[in-house]
């Protein structure tokens, strides 16, 4: 698949495109803050999974060592994974700002927003 990954020198964010014609100019945009100062990096190995083997991945006991539930960096790092696992784009901005309140509350009470994720 020509699928070309190039990253915002504003705001850093690593973006996928899908390039169909390599003879036709490309200048790509950032979708996060639409700068165009964008630069191409090298691209990581990626294999494509069904749902079972994720799902699979995601119930190995494994993945929650280290995990401390009642730690909000643990459990924003937990999420992040999941995320990435589902292939959802959970950005660290949500997920830095659910962790930075519960540090602020330091209760339950501050740990509201996680569950909705």
């Known amino acids: 698949m020509p699928i070309y990954e190039y990253q915002c020198q504003k705001c850093k964010r690593i973006s996928d495109f899908l390039i169909l014609n390599r003879d036709e100019v490309f200048d790509p945009v950032c979708p996060r803050c ?15 999974l069904s749902e079972e083997t994720r799902m699979e991945r995601l119930a190995d006991p494994a993945r929650f060592s280290g995990l401390d539930e009642n730690d909000p960096r643990s459990m924003a790092k937990f999420l992040k994974k999941m995320g990435q696992e589902m292939g959802e784009d959970i950005s660290g901005d949500e997920v830095d700002q659910m962790v930075e ?4 509350g330091g209760g339950e009470e501050s740990a509201g927003g996680l569950e909705d994720y």
């Not at 309140?101 to 602020?104: G, R, V």
Request: net charge positive; glycine share 6%.
């Open 34 to 48: 639409g700068s165009e100062q964008m630069v191409r990096v090298m691209s990581r190995f990626r294999a494509r």
């Open 101 to 104: 309140e519960a540090m602020e």
